[in-house]
Antibody
Framework: EVQLVESGGGLVQPGRSLRLSCAAS????????MHWVRQAPGKGLEWVSG????????GYGDSVRGRFIISRDNAKNSLYLQMNSLRAEDTAFYFC????????????????WGQGTLVAVSS | DIQMTQSPSSLSASVGVRVTITCRAS??????LNWYQQKPGRAPKLLIY???NLQSGVPSRFSGSGSGTDFTLTISSLQPEDFATYYC?????????FGQGTKLQIK
């Protein structure tokens, strides 16, 4: 059974940084692209970032490009999201999701999701 | 970016009825369209991929159709556990984008 467990969320002041982690199990982690999708409280879904199986390809949504960095450690079956220069509009639940193939930018569908971790940006 | 528009935004229906939700893309996306179900306080769950393919474990009362710019999700006979919010998502190009959601409520 695929399991994705996020951690690292919390309350942070505007302009500060936070690092999210996602521990994966139940599948061959280094065969698949991984993604972060977020959801502001009471709002819809927004793709944040994706990374290919080998870290050779990465992508970001316009709202986070230049501030967030996605990475992965296949030896640890872990996905990360370094979030810098945080803004109030980054407040959301952040979901770790498994892609359906090795590349982050091909036929993207998210077939497994973690339970999410809440990031709240406020002074 | 490709814009995805769902209709209606909310819908009230009774158990046992047939329900259809529509999703329209701002440009042709072939059959690169997925549907998700999200219940309150839970993560989204993939229901349908590539417009009409049922994800493993999803009940057969769910079906999807369409291609190009217009797509539908149909629930043939609503069950109590189907009351949730449904999202479409295009996988034709990066960034993948979602519809705004359709909240299905009990009538």
């Amino acid at each position: 059974e695929v399991q994705l467990v996020e951690s690292g969320g919390g309350l942070v002041q505007p302009g500060r940084s936070l690092r999210l982690s996602c521990a994966a199990s139940g599948f061959r982690f280094d065969d698949y692209a991984m993604h972060w999708v977020r959801q502001a409280p009471g709002k819809g879904l927004e793709w944040v970032s994706g990374i290919s199986w080998s870290s050779g390809g990465v992508g970001y949504g316009d709202s986070v490009r230049g501030r967030f960095i996605i990475s992965r450690d296949n030896a640890k079956n872990s996905l990360y999201l370094q979030m810098n220069s945080l803004r109030a509009e980054d407040t959301a639940f952040y979901f770790c999701t498994k892609g359906s193939n090795a590349d982050y930018d091909v036929a993207l569908k998210f077939d497994s999701w973690g339970q999410g971790t809440l990031v709240a940006v406020s002074s | 970016d490709i814009q995805m528009t769902q209709s209606p935004s909310s819908l009230s229906a009774s158990v046992g009825v047939r329900v259809t939700i529509t999703c329209r893309a701002s440009q042709s996306i072939s059959s690169y369209l997925n549907w998700y179900q999200q219940k309150p306080g839970r993560a989204p769950k993939l229901l349908i991929y590539a417009a009409s393919n049922l994800q493993s474990g999803v009940p057969s009362r769910f079906s999807g159709s369409g291609s190009g710019t217009d797509f539908t999700l149909t629930i043939s006979s609503l069950q109590p556990e189907d009351f949730a919010t449904y999202y479409c998502q295009q996988s034709f190009s990066t960034p993948p984008t979602f519809g705004q959601g359709t909240k299905l409520q009990i009538k």
